[in-house]
């Protein structure tokens, strides 16, 4: 499930207005089907603009303070917005 921004059709789903201009993708890293690397792939592109995408792999977490996300865990996060993508490792932290 990819849950963040409310107002978004499937493959998306409203995550009650707490991220409202963010959807997150869990257990991002264990799709391993080559179908569902496809849709891990396309999912992140189909966001209306001006929404950001974090995938969380498993056994990883974030957690906010009042002016960044940091990473929590073994695996990466992976961070889109429109054609800019970054990974994030434990310890490091990105913008709300």
Same mark, same amino acid.
């Given at each position: 499930?990819?849950?963040?921004?409310?107002?978004? &059709?499937f493959p998306f789903a409203s995550g009650h207005g707490l991220l409202?201009?963010?959807?997150?993708?869990?257990h991002w890293d @264990?799709?391993?089907?080559w179908w569902i690397r496809w849709l891990r792939d396309l999912?992140? &592109?189909r966001l209306p603009a001006g929404v950001r995408f974090i995938?969380?792999?498993e056994n990883t977490a974030i957690a906010?303070? @009042?002016d960044a996300w940091r990473v929590f865990g073994a695996?990466?996060?992976?961070?889109r917005l429109g054609r800019d993508r970054r990974?994030?490792?434990h310890g490091e932290r990105f913008p709300r």
């Open positions: 499930m990819i849950a963040g921004a409310g107002g978004m &059709r409202p201009t963010t959807a997150v993708g869990v @264990a799709l391993s089907a999912a992140p &592109r995938g969380i792999a906010s303070d @009042a695996g990466d996060v992976d961070v990974a994030f490792a």
